[in-house]
């Protein structure tokens, strides 16, 4: 029996939650392995956490692309746009929070990282399930998500000196 296109996206959502939950805690676990260092939050910046949200869902995009790319429409439009909206929410219901709070709350931080992956999903699911948007050629989605990529596998390593790259603990950048 096939999984349904829903299914896949619901399983997604708990699957990223939990890979991204481990991936919060691995670089330390491994004792701050560098190449570990492409994936895991590396230290409390708000950009490492967006990290952490985005490796898993695009592992799974790319895993949900063998399975059900033929059931499907605008794959690559959706999954990048669904993958793009995690770290987009993370960033602004974070730093929107925190402007009217004025601190950060670490049951809201979760919360917000469950939301994003959440809507995520949904909206992936919803452009995968809804009409095929032929105006936009697939190539258009496939180098936005490279470019992720590159951000995502670089900016650990060599991060700019700007508050989303700042640990809030030790003010420090990139791998302490």
């Known amino acids: 029996m096939r999984i349904s296109v829903l299914a896949w996206e619901l399983i997604g959502i708990v699957l990223i939650t939990l890979v991204g939950s481990f991936l919060h805690f691995l670089f330390d676990l491994s004792g701050g392995l560098l190449p570990v260092a492409l ?5 409390e910046s708000v950009w ?3 990290k952490i949200g985005f490796w898993p869902a695009f592992v799974y995009a790319l895993v949900e692309y063998r399975f ?3 059931e499907t429409k605008n794959f ?5 746009i669904g993958i793009s909206l995690i770290p ?3 960033t602004v219901l974070f730093y929107g929070y925190t402007a009217i709070l ?3 709350l670490f049951v809201l931080d979760i919360t917000i990282f469950i939301v994003a992956i959440i809507v995520g999903q949904l909206v992936s699911y919803k452009l995968l399930t809804g009409p095929e948007y032929s105006a936009i050629p697939q190539l258009v989605p ?3 998500l490279i470019v992720l990529v590159v951000a995502f596998s670089t900016l650990t390593y060599f991060p700019p000196h700007l508050p989303l790259f700042q640990d809030p603990v030790s003010g420090g950048y990139g791998i302490i």
Do not use: S, Y
């Open 68 to 70: 059900i790319k033929k």
């Open 76 to 80: 690559w439009l959706a999954k990048t």
């Open 88 to 90: 987009l929410l993370i």
């Open 102 to 104: 004025g601190e950060d």
């Open 142 to 144: 496939l180098v936005a």
């Open 48 to 50: 490492e956490h967006l």
């Open 39 to 43: 994936i895991a939050a590396v230290n």
